[in-house]
């Protein structure tokens, strides 16, 4: 009896060895998502005119996918998607406002804190309507939870924790502190107070956590999304005179009115080329995401656009330079991206919404973990952001559910091969996702890209686009109804209807026969 207890205790001091072994051996994680960021605007991709000299380094010490895109043009879907490693088709969860999201459906830090992470969120989670306040939350498996939506004091001073640390540590006034931002392009809040620098300080104070397992934080400021306000001195670096125009020509907001009758930014088409924009109207734009003026000037536009991205990459460098600091970068795994994308000026169109232009549904991605993740890699294979949620759970050596649908690229990333090819094509829609009184009839279109060719269709509409992003990478010639062969129009139907078909999840896992 005596010989099998001290059996059973050496085995049970082993297995909680094991255990202690496998914590220590767990990455923690970072995922940083910007907010409404597209694909051109990082320096070491290519963009000459934007300073980014953070996130260069970290592509330098990182994996870089110039390819990714994103499952809808709107914030509420594709994180969703992000977050659950499933497809807006079988998630549900396809419009901004939503009253809830689904409690069927699990999230990947759920499944990370039930394998023994401490879980952190940072800024926005937006899985449904912040309308009232903190947004309803599921099981999601976020142990801390600082939250902040909009940042401008007219959504929710009282539950969002960044308007809360204004107040209370920073003893501003808030309504005075943001009284510039009620203008479509304007000087923010200084650096100091703003809602980016306030997401840094939160990511340092949950890192130096003192804890025995492993972690995982979510950080999303609400930058760059609209209004465009950057702190003043990042603002006065860009000068709109040098930098480049929107991709527009004159017909542009000609062929937009092929799609007002089912696209809130085709009826707001207007020449970029346009003056400063109007003083806006007594207490500001209701809603300046959806409402934009009647002209604008893409320069001014992108300039202050490009001082918030430099804003953020300051604020990113602080928290890489900052796990350097303490140790931790060696066994972390960081994660860049953005939701969605900004049309910024292109094609007379501004804000997110109903559209699968580049500028919208093509964003950054990048990965790093030091001497596990491949370094100086730029990838040109498609991929998809519901790829991350397979991926990040493979990182961490955790089973991946058999109901998600996103394809890991850890292997990949950490082998080196197949570096030009992940998946054959890429899939995003949109259904009703703003509810903009403006649109007349509910809009459901979906996107498929092959990496040369782009096939939109609106459903019950009748009519869709298609580009050839090979000959034509700014989205100007629609070949729907003229420039492409009878043969290859087909082709690019079938394949556009089998890669939407597998969007839609089989269920339930199957448990027998009958």
């Given at each position: 009896?005596?010989?099998t207890l001290k059996f059973i205790h050496n085995f049970n001091k082993i297995n909680i060895k094991i255990i202690?072994?496998?914590?220590?051996?767990?990455?923690?994680?970072?995922?940083?998502?910007?907010?409404?960021?597209?694909?051109?605007?990082?320096?070491?991709?290519?963009?000459?005119?934007?300073?980014?000299?953070?996130?260069?380094?970290?592509?330098?010490?990182?994996?870089?996918?110039?390819?990714?895109?994103?499952?809808?043009?709107?914030?509420?879907?594709?994180?969703?998607?992000?977050?659950?490693?499933?497809?807006?088709?079988?998630?549900?969860?396809?419009?901004?406002?939503?009253?809830?999201?689904?409690?069927?459906?699990?999230?990947?830090?759920?499944?990370?804190?039930?394998?023994?992470?401490?879980?952190?969120?940072?800024?926005?989670?937006?899985?449904?309507?912040?309308?009232?306040?903190?947004?309803?939350?599921?099981?999601?498996?976020?142990?801390?939870?600082?939250?902040?939506?909009?940042?401008?004091?007219?959504?929710?001073?009282?539950?969002?924790?960044?308007?809360?640390?204004?107040?209370?540590?920073?003893?501003?006034?808030?309504?005075?502190?943001?009284?510039?931002?009620?203008?479509?392009?304007?000087?923010?809040?200084?650096?100091?107070?703003?809602?980016?620098?306030?997401?840094?300080?939160?990511?340092?104070?949950?890192?130096?956590?003192?804890?025995?397992?492993?972690?995982?934080?979510?950080?999303?400021?609400?930058?760059?999304?609209?209004?465009?306000?950057?702190?003043?001195?990042?603002?006065?670096?860009?000068?709109?005179?040098?930098?480049?125009?929107?991709?527009?020509?004159?017909?542009?907001?000609?062929?937009?009115?092929?799609?007002?009758?089912?696209?809130?930014?085709?009826?707001?088409?207007?020449?970029?080329?346009?003056?400063?924009?109007?003083?806006?109207?007594?207490?500001?734009?209701?809603?300046?995401?959806?409402?934009?003026?009647?002209?604008?000037?893409?320069?001014?536009?992108?300039?202050?656009?490009?001082?918030?991205?430099?804003?953020?990459?300051?604020?990113?460098?602080?928290?890489?330079?900052?796990?350097?600091?303490?140790?931790?970068?060696?066994?972390?795994?960081?994660?860049?991206?953005?939701?969605?994308?900004?049309?910024?000026?292109?094609?007379?169109?501004?804000?997110?919404?109903?559209?699968?232009?580049?500028?919208?549904?093509?964003?950054?991605?990048?990965?790093?973990?030091?001497?596990?993740?491949?370094?100086?890699?730029?990838?040109?294979?498609?991929?998809?952001?519901?790829?991350?949620?397979?991926?990040?759970?493979?990182?961490?050596?955790?089973?991946?559910?058999?109901?998600?649908?996103?394809?890991?690229?850890?292997?990949?990333?950490?082998?080196?091969?197949?570096?030009?090819?992940?998946?054959?094509?890429?899939?995003?829609?949109?259904?009703?996702?703003?509810?903009?009184?403006r649109i007349v009839r509910d809009t459901h279109a979906t996107m498929t890209f092959d990496g040369r060719h782009?096939?939109?269709?609106?459903?019950?509409?009748?009519?869709?686009?298609?580009?050839?992003?090979?000959?034509?990478?700014?989205?100007?010639?629609?070949?729907?109804?003229?420039?492409?062969?009878?043969?290859?129009?087909?082709?690019?139907?079938?394949?556009?209807?089998?890669?939407?078909?597998?969007?839609?999840?089989?269920?339930?896992?199957?448990?027998?026969?009958?």
């Amino acid at each position: 009896m005596v010989k099998t207890l001290k059996f059973i205790h050496n085995f049970n001091k082993i297995n909680i060895k094991i255990i202690k072994d496998m914590k220590k051996s767990l990455p923690n994680i970072i995922w940083y998502c910007t907010d409404q960021q597209r694909f051109d605007t990082i320096n070491g991709l290519g963009n000459q005119y934007i300073n980014t000299p953070n996130i260069n380094k970290f592509m330098k010490n990182g994996y870089t996918f110039k390819n990714a895109y994103v499952q809808s043009p709107i914030c509420t879907p594709s994180r969703a998607s992000f977050l659950t490693g499933r497809y807006p088709a079988s998630t549900h969860a396809h419009r901004n406002g939503a009253e809830y999201f689904p409690d069927h459906e699990v999230l990947v830090t759920k499944i990370l804190k039930d394998a023994g992470y401490d879980c952190g969120l940072i800024g926005k989670l937006h899985l449904s309507s912040a309308e009232g306040g903190v947004e309803k939350r599921t099981d999601d498996g976020y142990e801390t939870f600082y939250y902040s939506h909009d940042s401008t004091p007219k959504l929710n001073p009282e539950t969002d924790d960044y308007k809360r640390w204004i107040v209370e540590e920073k003893k501003q006034d808030l309504k005075k502190l943001f009284e510039p931002v009620n203008n479509f392009c304007c000087d923010g809040v200084p650096e100091e107070f703003h809602q980016t620098t306030w997401c840094t300080e939160m990511a340092i104070k949950f890192i130096n956590k003192k804890r025995k397992g492993p972690w995982m934080l979510s950080i999303n400021p609400f930058d760059p999304h609209p209004p465009f306000d950057p702190p003043k001195e990042y603002r006065e670096r860009y000068n709109p005179d040098d930098l480049p125009g929107p991709l527009f020509k004159l017909n542009d907001i000609e062929r937009q009115k092929k799609f007002q009758e089912v696209c809130q930014q085709a009826v707001d088409a207007v020449n970029p080329g346009g003056e400063n924009p109007p003083p806006p109207p007594e207490g500001g734009y209701k809603n300046p995401g959806n409402w934009p003026p009647e002209s604008f000037n893409g320069k001014i536009v992108k300039a202050h656009y490009y001082a918030m991205i430099e804003l953020l990459d300051k604020h990113f460098g602080i928290l890489v330079d900052h796990l350097k600091e303490i140790g931790q970068l060696e066994n972390t795994l960081i994660i860049f991206h953005s939701d969605h994308g900004e049309m910024l000026g292109d094609h007379g169109l501004i804000y997110k919404g109903s559209r699968f232009f580049e500028g919208l549904v093509h964003v950054p991605l990048i990965f790093s973990w030091p001497g596990k993740i491949k370094s100086d890699i730029i990838s040109s294979a498609l991929v998809e952001l519901v790829d991350l949620a397979p991926t990040i759970l493979d990182a961490a050596g955790i089973d991946i559910p058999y109901y998600m649908q996103g394809k890991s690229l850890f292997e990949k990333m950490c082998s080196g091969k197949d570096v030009d090819f992940h998946k054959p094509i890429v899939v995003a829609e949109f259904n009703d996702s703003l509810g903009s009184p403006r649109i007349v009839r509910d809009t459901h279109a979906t996107m498929t890209f092959d990496g040369r060719h782009k096939t939109i269709i609106y459903h019950g509409l009748g009519f869709g686009e298609i580009y050839d992003l090979e000959n034509d990478p700014g989205e100007f010639k629609d070949l729907w109804e003229k420039g492409i062969d009878d043969k290859l129009k087909l082709k690019l139907m079938h394949s556009h209807i089998d890669a939407v078909m597998n969007t839609s999840s089989a269920g339930i896992q199957r448990k027998g026969r009958f």
